[in-house]
């Protein structure tokens, strides 16, 4: 598929999908603004998706960033009850300000602090059903091996951005060094997810790559 076609089939779908409300667009403008990486919203819209099909009682996010994801995941499930982890102060402030205001404080609960540290502080809200990663790239192995544990048999966890803009898929490009090395990264955890015992994971490509893995029964 040529890489007009495949545009214009984005560009069609997008067009179906439904128009986001005042909040989340400013949201979205906000997160532009200040250069605050959110979720690419094709891979976001198919993750609610799952979302309103498993109906999870207990989330774990790792990245919080302004809180747009946890948002979006409590609004699609109304019942469940979102943990999101975040180190940066000044995110923390904006992602609780923007909670407080679509009112959904006693459905998100930020856990400040690096994620790689607190892991006894996130046990004891554990067993969830969902582990959404979403934060530092290169530390994506580091994270599943740490809070996989933390998800219960048959539960999910998603992995954002594993195909880091289409350069995982190139060979031979033109990069700097530090990208490389995050493609290196990025590209060996692809890997290792796909053969991983305890997991069936499968890569889909939307929005900036969208890894599904499921913890065997």
């Known amino acids: 598929m040529s890489g007009s076609v495949f545009s214009n089939i984005k560009d069609y779908i997008s067009q179906l999908n439904p128009q986001e409300d005042s909040f989340f667009q400013r949201m979205e403008e906000y997160a532009k603004k200040h250069s605050v990486p959110i979720m690419e919203k094709s891979g976001l819209l198919v993750m609610l998706h799952y979302f309103r099909l498993l109906q999870p009682k ?28 975040e180190r940066d102060l000044n995110r923390v402030e904006e992602a609780n300000h923007f909670i407080a205001e679509k009112k959904q404080s006693e459905a998100i609960t930020i856990l400040v602090g690096d994620a790689l540290e607190i892991s006894d502080e996130v046990a004891k809200h554990a067993p969830f059903d969902i582990l959404f990663i979403d934060a530092a790239k290169g530390q994506y192995q580091k994270f599943f091996e740490l809070y996989s544990p933390y998800v219960q048999k048959g539960g999910f966890i998603f992995s954002d951005n594993v195909l880091f803009k289409g350069l995982v898929a ?24 796909h053969s991983h015992p305890s997991f069936d994971t499968v890569l889909l490509p939307v929005g900036d790559g969208l890894a599904v893995s499921r913890k065997k029964e």
């Open 58 to 85: 207990r989330v774990l996010e790792i990245g919080t960033a302004i809180g747009y994801s946890a948002l979006k995941m409590a609004e699609a499930c109304p019942d469940s009850h979102v943990f999101t982890i």
């Open 170 to 193: 190139q060979t031979n490009q033109e990069v700097n060094k530090r990208i490389e090395k995050m493609i290196a990264k990025i590209h060996s955890y692809n890997e290792w997810l």
